[in-house]
């Protein structure tokens, strides 16, 4: 999760609490076709068998749809679900009360799972297994450890970090789905969604415009909508267009290509502290004063993806996009 000194309306640190937004079902999720399908042949498969579905990770980009996906896994299962997160579990037995309290075919929803501990990791890849969990009883030289058999159930980790999880947890997962930021025209049919739910009238190009500057993310589009949202209010328009989505998001310095003031932090220190790179990653991080985790997780692979940046062998450096990006920026910035 980015410092909060980079978040901004288009940040990704603080949680959109409206629940009203979130899709309950495969069909509204928006988006992601490829990921939908193979969910709807893994759960239709567990429910025809009549059997708990195996273990789910979804990985990917924070605001994505990683925590919707498992509530829509439980609602489609017709299963109670339970939540924890990788940083909330902070000794083995936190974990172990959790196991054993399970009903059967519950599902297990564990966020940042590549945050657990360790020795919590080898209790859950055990009970994930076997579906048994070993409680120790006693303290000292009399302590002994009891086996106790769990219920089956299913796992839905999520995580930012695939690449951190070790081996034998990753084994565990009977399915591995890796969520991929959206396309503008995916993002624009989730917020007519989203504007449909909150009744926010707004034209299909300011939809698409929207789309565009949400960074490939829909948490970030249904923040923007709202503030939209608010300059239909506060300005009293019957239908927002683009230009209104434009002069709205100005205002909260939304940059026309989505990217956020972590970015932005980022592509400008790799040209003008780094002369363009190439630089590793903790130099990076040093100079942001950020943690290279939330660099390498939450900024770079969107910088990356749409080419802004890229990363060599000597370590990261700015495309000739990314300069032009910033040079455009800062003509804004100086220009009347
Ligand atoms: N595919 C989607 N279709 C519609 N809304 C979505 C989709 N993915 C995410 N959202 C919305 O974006 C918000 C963030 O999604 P979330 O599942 O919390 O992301 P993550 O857990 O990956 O950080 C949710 O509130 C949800 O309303
Ligand atoms: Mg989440």
């Given at each position: 999760m980015p410092d909060d000194k980079f978040s901004?309306?288009?940040?990704?640190?603080?949680?959109?609490?409206?629940?009203?937004?979130?899709?309950?079902t495969l069909e509204s999720f928006v988006g992601q076709s490829e990921i939908k399908k193979q969910m709807h042949l893994f759960l239709n498969a567990a429910k025809k068998r009549k059997k708990t579905a195996d273990h789910i990770l979804l990985s990917g980009p924070p605001g994505l749809g990683k925590t919707t996906m498992a509530f829509i896994a439980s609602e489609e299962m017709q299963v109670p679900m339970r939540i924890t997160s990788g940083p909330a579990v902070q000794h083995p037995g936190d974990l172990a009360s959790i196991l054993s309290s399970l009903e059967e075919g519950e599902i297990l929803f564990i966020d940042e799972i590549h945050r657990l501990p360790k020795v919590a990791e080898e209790m859950l890849y055990i009970a994930m297994e076997d579906f048994r969990v070993d409680v120790m009883v006693g303290k000292g030289p009399g302590a002994a450890s009891i086996p106790l058999a769990l219920p089956h159930f299913t796992v839905v980790g999520a995580t930012?970090?695939?690449?951190?999880?070790?081996s034998p947890l990753m084994t565990r997962f009977g399915l591995s789905l890796r969520l991929d930021y959206y396309k503008p025209e995916e993002l624009a049919e989730l917020v007519k969604r989203s504007a449909g739910i909150l009744s926010i009238s707004i034209t299909e190009g300011a939809c698409m415009e929207l789309a565009r500057r949400s960074r490939g993310t829909p948490r970030i589009a249904n923040r923007l909508l709202k503030r939209v949202g608010d300059w239909v209010t506060v300005e009293n328009i019957k239908a927002a267009d683009e230009e209104d989505v434009k002069k709205a998001l100005e205002i909260y310095q939304v940059d026309p290509c989505g990217l956020d003031r972590l970015d932005i932090a980022l592509l400008s220190a790799l040209e003008l502290q780094f002369n363009g790179g190439p630089v590793g990653l903790k130099n990076l991080a040093a100079v942001l004063g950020e943690n290279a985790e939330t660099i390498e997780s939450v900024a770079e692979p969107y910088l990356i993806r749409e080419g802004f940046m890229a990363r060599t062998r000597k370590g990261r450096v700015i495309t000739p996009k990314g300069r032009r990006h910033l040079s455009v920026g800062r003509r804004d910035l100086f220009s009347d």
């Open positions: 901004s309306v288009t940040g990704a640190s603080s949680e959109l609490s409206d629940e009203k937004l979130r899709p309950h930012t970090r695939e690449g951190m999880l070790p």
